[in-house]
């Protein structure tokens, strides 16, 4: 389940970009660190792990190497980011425990109670119905399985601030952003139980300045040799437009967590 345009979002330059800042083999912020803040006290030791939107497969990596999944099925919509994280895969060596499969659009393509653990970082953004997305997480979870993810939510489920707008349509992604509520409503409605929702606004109004940082200085300049200073600019722009709306509080990072009743 994602975005159901037929042009690829996240060009090659866009994840060499990315990778610059957030770390190899990680299209979003926080890296391993921010993994194990999503997987918490939880003790996913020998699980069966999905992991949706696996992007260039650093956080399947993080999830064995760190946590110890027992194996890890990583699925996306885009050939380009799934072929960067089977590269990474292969060369952490880590083929025997990790699976990265090309997924169409639509339900999840998975018989019902096939994971112990769904996982997701800053991927399920591009899913605008979030509905439909929590039935089908619930239903590939076996009896007791946990949902646990962190994604980009709008504080709000009206119209976005002209601010907002803007940071949005400067992404040019097509993000699918829900509230918190809606979130819960989401899950709840599914069937799970124990749902809750943590924002780490605070952490990213913080981490976001730093970046913006980093891009204008020498991180910005080695960047643009290999992805044009005109794409670095761009990059540039996108963090002035989204640490206003950080802190704001309308642009709210959060980590998303649910059970499934035994």
């Given amino acids: 389940m994602s975005h159901d345009q037929d042009e690829e979002l996240y060009t090659p ?5 990315l990778e610059a800042l957030w770390g190899e083999g990680f299209l979003s912020p926080g890296g391993p660190d921010e ?3 999503i997987i918490g006290d939880h003790d996913i030791a020998g699980a069966s792990l999905l992991d949706i939107g696996c992007g260039a497969g650093g956080i399947d990596v993080a999830l064995v190497r760190h946590h ?7 699925i996306d919509v885009e050939d380009t980011v799934a072929n960067r994280a089977r590269a990474l895969v292969d060369r952490a060596g880590l083929g025997d425990r990790i699976g990265v499969v090309k997924v169409a659009p639509g ?3 998975f018989p019902p109670q096939s994971f112990d653990v769904v996982f997701s970082k800053d991927s399920i953004v591009h899913i605008p119905d979030k509905h439909a997305l929590m039935a089908e997480v619930f239903r590939v979870l076996k009896p007791g399985g946990r949902f646990m993810a962190s994604d980009w939510l709008i504080g709000h489920d009206n119209q976005p601030s002209p601010q907002m707008a803007a940071y949005i349509a400067a992404e040019g992604l097509d993000f699918g952003m829900a509230s918190p509520a809606r979130y819960l409503a989401a899950m709840q409605a599914a069937g799970f139980v124990d749902c809750r929702t943590t924002s780490r606004n605070a952490w990213y109004r913080e981490q976001a300045r730093g970046e913006l940082q980093r891009l ?3 991180l910005g300049v080695e960047a643009a040799k290999i992805v044009g200073a005109d794409f670095v600019a761009h990059n540039c722009e996108i963090w002035e437009r989204m ?4 802190d704001l509080g309308e642009h709210c990072p959060t980590h998303l967590f649910a059970r499934k009743p035994a």
């Fill in 107 to 109: 339900p999840l393509p």
């Fill in 35 to 37: 993994v194990a803040r």
């Fill in 243 to 246: 640490i206003p709306v950080l």
């Fill in 68 to 74: 110890g999944a027992g194996y890890v099925t990583g």
């Fill in 216 to 218: 204008r200085g020498p």
């Fill in 13 to 17: 330059d866009m994840v060499a970009m």
